[in-house]
DNA sequence: CGTATTTGACCGGCGC
DNA sequence: GCGCCGGTCAAATACG
């Protein structure tokens, strides 16, 4: 299991968006996007993440799963293991998951995110198997992103088609972990998908590796996607698409800030009051909260968009 | 028949 | 060294 000793700080963002179906159902075009209620196979739903694919993943993540599981301890050096459970998670969001709002998604097809994304550079890990590749390096490990959704499904559309390799069972967790890879050949992007044992609702989706080729749904319909920016997840695909290539350059000049982390479009879609107040049980649209969390300082002291859409208390690691 | 999922086995890292 | 555990493989199975 890899540490989080050493990813040291996490410095968390926090952008919320809601989802509307009928903002949705605008973007019928980009169906696995959006298609978060229909039943893939009938028992397996699949929930929409949007932005994600785009994410490209590239930089991350100490993975959520040590975020969740030693909450505070990544952002306090003494960490002091709490006995807690999800205190972390409460702590960090601004309305907890319990009473957040959120968690009684108001409907059913719909779902209300809570994200949270730990970035971390980790190192290249050999692929593992049965054939041992280079033993004596120490092993690496791609780049992870992880974050948590509040979703009722598990698996999250992002746009790109994943096979999944493998299920297993989470230690001090009733849900299993399952493991999934991108389809696309050449592509060895990974990710895993768990619930998290202390809230049920929450989907814990880790990112491994950057992907190599754009999102079949972007290729397929990727001007619909950015063009219209009117709400959220139309923003997600912008900023995937454009994030992929924000990255690749960061990674060639290793510098850069500008925290990209969402082109807002004109009218929000990013709503945070939802958030807080998504509580109501009237409220008819899908609220998504996503977290992100950076070990990039740089990130950090220039919020740029963030500084708009993300309410100051939510900026903790300030 | 091709593709995706399931699932038990296997492997390696890590803590004791 | 041993056992636990996370992660992956790959054969079997399911599905369209």
Same mark, same amino acid.
């Given at each position: ?6 990813t040291?700080?996490y410095?968390?963002?926090?952008v ?5 179906h ?15 209620s229909s039943?893939d196979?009938?028992d397996q739903?699949r ?5 994600m ?16 599981q ?6 306090s050096?003494?960490p ?5 459970s999800?205190?972390s ?15 009684s998604?108001?409907n059913e ?28 390096e ?25 096979r999944k390799y493998g ?18 050949a ?6 895993r ?9 929450m989907?814990? *989706? ?9 999102s ?11 063009s219209?920016g009117?709400?959220s997840f139309s923003?997600?695909?912008?900023f ?6 924000h990255?690749?350059q960061q990674?060639q ?15 929000n879609?990013?709503?945070?009051? *939802? *958030? ?7 409220h008819n649209?899908?609220h ?21 859409i993300v309410?100051?208390?939510?900026r903790?690691?300030?």
């Amino acid at each position: 299991m890899e540490k989080n000793s050493e990813t040291g700080n996490y410095n968390w963002m926090g952008v919320s968006t809601f989802f509307d179906h009928q903002m949705a159902s605008n973007y019928s075009s980009l169906p696995s996007i959006f298609d978060m209620s229909s039943n893939d196979h009938g028992d397996q739903q699949r929930g929409s993440l949007g932005f994600m694919d785009l994410l490209g993943i590239q930089d991350f993540s100490p993975s959520l799963f040590d975020m969740i599981q030693q909450p505070l301890s990544a952002q306090s050096p003494p960490p002091p293991p709490p006995p807690v459970s999800e205190t972390s998670e409460v702590t960090n969001l601004p309305a907890t998951p319990n009473s957040s709002s959120i968690s009684s998604s108001s409907n059913e097809a719909t779902t209300d995110e809570h994200v949270r994304v730990s970035e971390e550079k980790e190192q290249e890990k050999p692929k593992q198997g049965s054939k041992p590749k280079k033993k004596t390096e120490k092993r690496q490990r791609e780049q992870r992103f992880a974050f948590m959704t509040k979703s009722e499904v598990d698996h999250l559309e992002d746009g790109y088609r994943w096979r999944k390799y493998g299920q297993k069972a989470v230690k001090n967790s009733p849900f299993p972990r399952s493991y999934y890879r991108c389809t696309s050949a050449t592509c060895g992007v990974k990710k895993r998908v768990e619930r998290s044992s202390d809230d049920p609702s929450m989907v814990v *989706t880790t990112y491994e590796g950057q992907h190599t080729h754009l999102s079949p749904v972007m290729s397929r319909g990727s001007s619909a996607g950015i063009s219209a920016g009117s709400g959220s997840f139309s923003t997600d695909f912008a900023f995937g698409s454009t994030m992929q290539n924000h990255y690749q350059q960061q990674q060639q000049q290793q510098q850069q800030q500008q925290p990209y982390f969402y082109s807002l479009p004109p009218n929000n879609s990013v709503n945070y009051s *939802t *958030t807080t107040t998504s509580t109501s049980p009237s409220h008819n649209l899908d609220h998504h909260e996503r977290r992100f969390c950076t070990s990039a300082a740089s990130l950090l002291t220039d919020h740029g968009l963030l500084q708009d859409i993300v309410p100051s208390d939510m900026r903790k690691d300030e």
